[in-house]
């Protein structure tokens, strides 16, 4: 392998700064799905893939794809890629450094053909930002945009179809962006948008599955009253009820193995210093890779819930709004991912998406992998999001080993999902 | 003693109900202070002490006076009051029932004169709504209205003198609204507004202190981050801190006698299910009649706050808005309350008051006591807020008996304030 150097990953964060520049909001990276701006994207980055030889469409949901060929014409094909949209005031890595370094794979091969072919890809949508539905790019690759997701609107009360032909692109074309039946594997490279790697001092993470997720609200009802004319034994406070429910989750979560808990959102009513709180609404966010260890920690959490609610002669009602299984990754690929992180000289650690990403739709219907490059701080979603060059290097040459050793495994890749 | 009967009770109920029919709200009973409607229930008042033989006038700070000669021209006098003035959407009771008792116990001597004079005083302000300064009115009996309150501005930008004056009224005779120097005791009969009573099934309650109150606000400094990829060991979770302090205080102050804390207002920021809090706002409000269980409670609960923002790897900021010491009811006069209502034959619960009275205001100045009646459902500032008929009966019949004893019990009273 040529090139081992930091000056393309020096150039790979450039790049991605570069497109952070193409925003909605001057002064800051706030770039939604088929907004103006991402013309501008698809611009950038068309020209870098021509100039590596890729050949570049816009699919009608708005992915850009560059295509690198195999040594034949009906090689099969991988897949790598992420997502080009961001939320608002982000940062300048979540999603499009993977298309970028997409991109960088495809120009260190330097003109060389693999036996399978390369499709760099951009997802145009992820985030779920503009119509309060995440993943219609990865969605519309595996032919799931429907009717009924076209006619969603966005605040402005354009609708997804609406956006596609204001963006000069044809819904009715949606069922071309199916990826090719030929391919074989996706790879996501993404920052990991967590403090694990840093609190390790790894570069690399190999994804071994996404985890599934509760989302629930807790309702605890009381009764309002006078903060004090009323005695502590003839309360029924709400307050109190949730705060020894929450103490309960942080303790569950904490001695249960990679699984996390989250009450991150809570209102107190009346909610005057003076006025016992006669009612207390509190979300609840559980995510574990296994939805075994989740569903049960759920139960165990509500009835942790019920407890404290009876303790303080109050009532509680707990409402699913949000049960997503866990999406594993094919462990196939994830094994010559690790392996080629190895033998590129960077351990890395196995570990599990506590976020969502575009592999997660994937991941049903195409084997597929994920890496993760650390993220400075834990930060993301946020102007100071970073990457540090050395582990960009380190994802770099890595990938390009996990081709090669693709390259050899692609038999027992085959025979593996046969 | 005559008349001992329920008919006035029920009166006296009814006269209450027909007041809270002034009111600045159709359809509710608001009724701040100096407002138009507080014209209508002087006249009320006005028109039932002139037919028990009052000499009536209202004060510079729009208090209302029924004067009740003694046997003599400088008998001392006996204050019997409460406020007129409600908070919004109030109740039928809370203090105007001081008031118009006060009235019935007048009706109740037919004429006849005591050792001393009775001054019933509605006082015209006490709840503190329309100038976020409560006890105006019993400020005003103890010449403690200065210029900075009459500065104080509404929210239409209208200062307490203007008030006075487009009242009617001339600020310039506050001085004239202190008690006179003859007055040797106050009484104020108050609706509990609270459960106690009802829970031990008894009518009456004798105060004999008012709760000192600590109000502070806590504020957690944590780390906001992604609810799925930050592990459980490495979160700066600030509602989780916040929690395990809220379970501590309530623990705290249940295992104290006759202590309450509240934390009844708390906001988590940035308040979003998916985003461990990296900062929580919380109230504490703690109450107790003993100035020294109070500062030792407030200062064991701090310590927990930093002990558990400590244990979450937070940071806690305690900030004191209020330190307000307790008063004490003055001993003697509590105890002819008392004997006089066993002697009447209802059984009564000496307690503290959880709650400000203009009882607080006037303690320090003249000697006090104060009667409380059961709140049905413990329940105050509502419109549903109630007295029974029984309880009303029993408080008249026990301030009649309390008149007499007082006579009796002149001397020595003298010789305990001396």
Redesign the interface.
């Known amino acids: 392998m040529t090139g081992t150097n930091t000056d393309r990953a020096i150039r790979t964060i450039s790049r991605c700064r570069e497109i952070a520049a193409r925003t909605e909001v001057p002064g800051e990276t706030t770039r939604l799905f088929l907004t103006p701006s991402m013309h501008n994207v698809h611009s950038l980055l068309r020209s870098w893939m021509e100039a590596a030889g890729m050949t570049v469409h816009v699919d009608a949901i708005g992915n850009l794809c560059g295509f690198w060929a195999g040594l034949s014409a009906d090689s099969p094909r991988l897949l790598i890629g992420s997502h080009l949209d961001t939320v608002p005031n982000a940062g300048a890595f979540d999603g499009i450094l993977g298309v970028v370094l997409g991109v960088a794979i495809v120009e260190e091969l330097r003109g060389k053909h693999l036996p399978f072919a390369i499709e760099v890809i951009g997802f145009s949508e992820e985030e779920g930002v503009r119509f309060s539905k995440p993943f219609l790019g990865s969605l519309a690759a595996i032919g799931k945009v429907d009717a009924e997701t076209l006619a969603c609107t966005d605040r402005d009360g354009i609708s997804v179809g609406q956006a596609i032909r204001n963006f000069g692109l044809d819904p009715v074309q949606l069922p071309r962006a199916v990826v090719s039946n030929h391919t074989f594997a996706y790879l996501e490279i993404h920052i990991?948008?967590?403090?694990?790697l840093e609190?390790e001092n790894a570069s690399l993470g190999i994804v071994e599955a996404l985890?599934g997720?509760t989302?629930m609200q807790l309702v605890f009802t009381g009764q309002a009253?006078?903060?004090?004319?009323?005695?502590?034994?003839?309360r029924h406070?709400a307050?109190?009820a949730?705060?020894?429910w929450?103490?309960a989750v942080?303790r569950y979560?904490?001695s249960h193995d990679?699984?996390?808990?989250?009450?991150?959102?809570?209102e107190?009513f009346?909610?005057?210093?003076?006025?016992?709180?006669g009612k207390v609404t509190a979300?609840?966010?559980v995510?574990h890779a296994d939805d075994t260890v989740r569903h049960a920690a759920v139960l165990a959490m509500t009835k942790e819930a019920e407890s404290a609610a009876t303790r303080h002669r109050t009532q509680v009602t707990a409402n699913t709004q949000l049960d997503q299984p866990a999406v594993p990754l094919d462990p196939a690929l994830t094994t010559i991912l690790q392996n080629a992180a190895a033998q590129a000289g960077f351990p890395s650690r196995r570990m599990t998406?506590?976020?969502?990403h575009d592999a997660m739709i994937l991941a049903p219907v195409i084997p597929s992998a994920m890496l993760f490059l650390r993220s400075p701080g834990?930060l993301?979603?946020h102007p100071d999001e970073s990457v540090l060059p050395h582990d960009v290097e380190a994802a770099l040459v890595t990938v390009m080993e996990f081709l090669t050793q693709l390259g050899d495994d692609r038999g027992k890749l085959e025979d593996g999902h046969a």
Do not use: C, F, W, Y
């Open positions: 990991e948008q967590g403090p694990v609190s985890v997720q989302r009253n006078h903060a004090g004319t009323t005695p502590m034994h003839l406070d307050m109190a949730a705060a020894e929450i103490v942080e979560a904490s990679d699984l996390v808990a989250t009450v991150g959102k809570l107190a009346p909610g005057a210093g003076n006025v016992i709180a979300s609840l966010d995510r998406s506590g976020a969502g834990g993301s979603h």
